[in-house]
C-alpha cells in the first residue's frame, strides 16, 4: 500500500494562536511567509476534523489536504467552521469539485487563476496534480510527517507557474498532435495566455 495521511494548512494565520488552540498536541510549523501547516499521524477523519475545528477558532481560511494509498486525493477549504469549497476523487479517479471558485478568491489568487485551477485537477498523473497544486498555492501538500516530526524538514513552497506551464506545453502537444479541430482553433500562445482547461 501506499502513503495515506490528512494535512492542513492556516492561510495568513499566527503561528502562536495555532500552537494554543492546540495546546502543542501537533505538530506546528511555520511553512511560509503565508502558511502554518498542521501535521500528525491522524487517523481516519481526524485531520478533518481538526481542520474544520480551528476554522473556528481562528478567522483565517484553513486547507484540508487528504492523501489516500497513492491513488486518490481530496481538499476542502474552511472558514468560520464552514465548508468553502471542496473538490476530491472518486475511487474510479474522476474529480468532483464544489464552490472551486473559492479557493482562487479566499487564497488571494487572480480570479483568472480558477481555469488553471480546474485544468491541474484534471491530470491524470496524480504525483504531476499534487505537484501542481503545491506551485499554485504555495505551500507543500505532499508531506512524510515522521520525517518532518524526526528532522524538522522545511516545507516551505512559493507560488510559481513554471511546473504549470510545462505542463501545458505537453497537454496542448498531445492534443494539437491527435486532433486536427483542436490544432486548427488553439493556438500555443492561447494555450498558455489562458490557462484553458482541457477537460
Known sequence: MGMTFGIFHVYKGHIDQVNAAFEGKHIVVQASAEWITVADEFEG??????????????????????YFDDDIISMELFQNGKTMAACGMDYSGQMQMRKIGMFVSLLDLEASQEKRLRTILHCENLDLKVALLEELFGVTLYIDVEQLREEGISCAKGRDDKKYLEYIDSVYTSYATTSNHMKMHLTYREARKESVCFA
Open 45 to 66: 477523519d481526524e485531520s478533518i476534523k481538526a481542520a474544520r475545528s480551528l476554522s473556528k477558532q481562528i478567522p483565517k481560511p484553513v486547507l484540508h489536504f487528504f
